[in-house]
Nanobody
């Protein structure tokens, strides 16, 4: 499956931005999907995930209550709505897919990565 991320850009602190990831080759409903981010000099970290079955979501504590991940099977897309953005949210955001039978979200569990989209938050 190929993942194409888009929607990054520049936003002021407190603002909102939406990043999307379109899948081709397979449907997003075939995989558990997630958004990771990587800031300069830092490790890639899990931000949000959505399960293949039931659409259950989970969020990193740092974004809980501000970010919402959703899946649109008809459009074969997952989206991350980011509200109340903070300068520390600035990073390259990557969508990721893993086979549903794999447990956890360590980087080695990921089957497919999108190319990343840059989110810049100005203070």
């Amino acid at each position: 499956v190929q993942l194409q991320a888009s929607g990054g850009g520049l936003v002021q602190a407190g603002g909102s931005l939406r990043v999307s990831c379109v899948a081709s080759g397979r449907t997003v409903s075939d995989y558990d999907m997630a958004w990771f981010r990587q800031a300069p000099g830092k490790e890639r970290e899990l931000v949000a995930s959505i399960s293949r079955s039931g659409g259950g979501t989970a969020y990193a504590d740092s974004v809980k209550g501000r970010f919402t991940m959703s899946r649109d099977s008809a459009k074969n897309t997952v989206t991350l709505q980011m509200n109340s953005l903070k300068p520390e949210d600035m990073a390259v955001y990557y969508c990721a897919a893993k086979s549903y039978w794999k447990t956890g979200w360590s980087l080695r569990e990921i089957d497919y990565w999108g190319q990343g989209t840059l989110v810049t938050v100005s203070s």
